[in-house]
């Protein structure tokens, strides 16, 4: 156990020098000071701790994403465990190709093995209706896939990549993870959305300030039927906005309109006639009717901001009969 504990001993070596290297104001320049480590000692514990957790697995399975939490959990217990994790990858249409390319890359060019399963979340009838236990049904398939999965390759234990941020959103796939016995080896060590980030760039991992990408589904507004057709248009309209120069953007699908929100610092790039008039062309060859800018700009789990509404609360639309069809 003390031999794989410290197997890729550089690594770890690098990623505690890079660590000391900084100081607490360099580390803040990559997120807000309410989230940020309080010091790189601080960090360098919370490394520890989540290198201990993941230690003392006789054998684990990362639902692994590609995104930044997932893959420097999967990354982490690849080097602390070897051949006794498997990262899994969920492949359905509520994943973006080009998230699933990158998260394939990554899992290539840092050796872990990988295995990528086939999930039927859109084959539930509670999923479809997308009301707002959606993403509970989505993890319940995931976990219990790769429950069946991990039996037959003889892995003892599941984790996911839920960090202390996570914490503090309405998310029903921690429900689901409970309900399974999933792990959560990230926020049980107390690590940040800011602090995986200086980890992962400390290790040299060119995704650490990669923009989040949830599922195409958290782009469908409640209450309307999640589909393969609707969710792939909402992909053909962001990979068009990307293709148009912007990097963190969500196009929400409110049937014939799109909302589209682009991150606060990019939309002096959209305010312009001539490039209003590209997303608007854009999106309209997507499939939808009218195009709509947010104001407000980009903001992570923006769909569940309806939820605090008093006429559209969480008990309301977990009960809706029927979601609206585009």
């Known amino acids: 156990m003390i031999a ?4 890729p001993l550089k690594l770890r070596q690098r990623i505690i020098c890079f ?4 100081t607490q104001s360099q580390l803040l320049e990559t997120g807000d000071a309410e989230n ?13 701790a989540l290198e201990a957790l993941v230690s003392q697995l006789g054998s684990l ?10 893959a420097f959990l999967a990354a982490t217990a690849h080097r602390i465990l070897g051949n006794r994790m498997i990262a899994v990858l969920a492949d359905s249409p509520s994943l973006a190709r080009r998230d699933f390319e990158q998260a394939c890359e990554f899992a290539r060019a840092q050796e872990i093995p ?5 999930t039927e979340e859109l084959s539930r009838p509670e999923y479809q209706r997308n009301d707002a236990h959606r993403c509970f049904h989505c993890k319940d398939e995931l976990f219990g896939a790769m429950e069946a999965l991990g039996a037959s390759l003889g892995f003892e234990s599941i984790a996911y990549g839920m960090n202390v ?57 409640y ?37 589209v929100e682009i991150a606060r610092a990019e939309l002096p790039r959209v305010l312009t006639i001539e490039m209003l ?34 006429i559209l609360s969480v008990d309301v639309l977990a009960k809706r009969g029927t979601a609206r069809t585009v």
Not at 191 to 205: H, Q, W
Not at 227 to 254: I, K, M, Y
Not at 278 to 294: H, N, P, W
Request: hydrophobic letters at 45%.
């Open 4 to 7: 794989a504990y410290y197997r």
């Open 19 to 22: 660590m000391a290297a900084y």
């Open 36 to 48: 940020g480590p309080n010091c790189a000692a601080d960090l360098a514990l919370k490394l520890h």
């Open 61 to 70: 399975m990362v639902a692994y994403s590609g995104g930044v939490d997932s």
């Open 114 to 118: 990988l295995r990528i399963i086939a």
């Open 165 to 221: 941020n996570d914490t503090r959103d309405f998310r029903p796939g921690q429900q689901a993870a409970e309900a399974h016995a999933v792990l959560a080896p990230l926020a049980d060590a107390g690590l940040t959305k800011i602090e995986i980030r200086a980890l992962a760039k400390a290790a040299g991992y060119s995704l650490w300030d990669r923009p989040a990408a949830p599922c195409l589904s958290s782009r469908v507004e």
């Open 223 to 259: 209450g309307r039927a999640v589909t393969p057709e609707v969710l792939a248009q909402v992909e053909t309209a962001e990979e068009s906005l990307r293709l148009l120069g912007f990097r963190e953007l969500r196009v929400r699908h409110h049937g014939e309109l799109a909302r």
């Open 277 to 310: 008039d590209a997303i608007t062309a854009a999106l309209k060859q997507a499939g939808f009717q009218y195009v709509t800018l947010d104001c407000a700009g980009f903001r992570s789990g923006a769909m569940n901001e309806i939820l605090g509404s008093s």
